[in-house]
Nanobody, 122 residues
């Protein structure tokens, strides 16, 4: 069993930055892909970024490239999503998730956090 807990969301103005954190517990994560997804009101859940737990491989959604950075701290079992130059369209609940590989499809992820709300005002 894996438990994931996100934090770091909030309400900010356009152009601001936020750093989301996801703390994982319950087992080791070697070989896992740790992903970030988001879901805006009335929209489907969409892929943001994914990183391998110990290999450092990274993939980003097109909208995230150049603005968002995914990283990890292995010693603290924590994955981060640094979000810069936030836009109103980034408003969503952000979720971290764990899979047995590097995937962009949400259905491939076995474990999910509770989500953290990000609201960006113009």
């Amino acid at each position: 069993q894996v438990q994931l807990v996100e934090s770091g969301g909030g309400s900010v103005q356009a152009g601001a930055s936020l750093r989301l954190s996801c703390v994982a517990s319950g087992r080791t994560f070697s070989g896992y892909g740790m992903g970030w997804f988001r879901q805006g009101a009335g929209k489907e859940r969409e892929f943001v970024a994914v990183i391998s737990w110990s290999g450092g491989r990274i993939y980003y959604a097109d909208f995230a490239k150049g603005r968002f950075t995914i990283s990890r701290d292995d010693a603290k079992n924590t994955v981060f999503l640094q979000m810069n130059s936030l836009k109103p369209e980034d408003t969503a609940v952000y979720y971290c998730a764990a899979a047995d590989g590097l995937y962009v499809a949400s259905v491939k992820y076995d474990y999910w956090g509770q989500g953290t709300q990000v609201t960006v005002s113009s």
